[in-house]
């Protein structure tokens, strides 16, 4: 009960004062003079400017970034890629099948002589990129996106350096790119080899792949099991085995007098059979 008595008692001293200091601000304006001052500075507010709508840009409206190797291409050659796409398809069903929609049977096209749906006059070799594309005879200096062949270990899909190759010399679809390597059992693009990546990651020379009608990629050697060891070490095949892609790593395989990086692999693999399991 104290408690209860002394908080109304405050409570009526509080209202006191509050009613005291309201009628003491009346006395003296102050009421009035607030009231002015709000008005004024509602009024003095500015007016709400219009928000423009956000208008999302369309990059594709814009014109396209082309680097100064794809300005050389003509139109017409851009304009076949797509044909060369459906006739590269065509020939993989033709070689799983072994014959045509007819039921004609034709030859199995090797993977470095793959078809190209163009002619001659339509595509030629600007009398630069001629000049420039025997300067580099390991995996070609001169890029070209419907006769270049992509090797699979570096992926890069240029014209071979070779000067006798009438393929990418002359851009003739029927004839084979003797800078690249073709396997005499699978014929796919996991054969294909440039040859600069057949000397440093396989330690071969074309010259002598060429005249071997025999030769076999790495995946075919290993699948037949004539060296379960020799397996391909392009950073995608590594991938698929969970092992991690060697990058430039002929220099530490020099250095270790390995001939090659598969040589290197070999005895590694070799090693890690050897050794207890724990």
């Not at 220099?251 to 590694?268: F, I, T």
């Amino acid at each position: 009960m104290g408690r209860g008595q002394a908080k109304s008692d405050y409570e009526n001293v509080r209202n006191a004062r509050i009613l005291e200091n309201q009628a003491r601000l009346t006395s003296l304006g102050l009421h009035k003079t607030i009231t002015e001052l709000r008005s004024i500075a509602s009024s003095a507010k500015p007016p709400k400017t219009h928000v423009r709508n956000y208008r999302k840009k369309v990059y594709e409206l814009t014109s396209l970034r082309r680097s100064n190797r794809l300005k050389e291409i003509t139109a017409t050659a851009t304009a076949t890629v797509s044909k060369h796409d459906s006739f590269r398809r065509s020939e993989r069903l033709r070689g799983k099948s072994g014959s045509l929609a007819g039921g004609e049977s034709e030859e199995r096209r090797p993977a470095n002589a793959p078809l190209v749906d163009v002619r001659k006059s339509e595509l030629q070799l600007s009398s630069e990129s001629a000049a420039q594309r025997c300067n580099s005879k390991g995996r070609g200096s001169v890029y070209h996106p419907v006769f270049g062949i992509h090797c699979h270990l570096c992926r890069q899909k240029k014209l071979c350096g070779e000067e006798d190759c009438k393929r990418c010399g002359n851009l003739d679809m029927d004839q084979p790119c003797i800078g690249k390597t073709d396997c005499s059992v699978c014929h796919s693009s996991r054969g294909v080899l440039c040859r600069g990546c057949l000397k440093v990651r396989y330690g071969e020379e074309l010259e002598e792949v060429r005249e071997n009608r025999k030769w076999m990629c790495p995946h075919c050697i290993e699948e037949k099991g004539v060296n379960p060891y020799w397996i391909c070490n392009s950073s995608i095949c590594l991938n698929k085995r969970n092992m991690a892609p060697t990058g430039v790593a002929i220099y530490r395989c020099q250095e270790m007098g390995y001939k090659s990086v598969a040589h290197l692999l070999m005895d590694e693999l070799k090693l890690a059979d050897k050794m207890p399991s724990l």
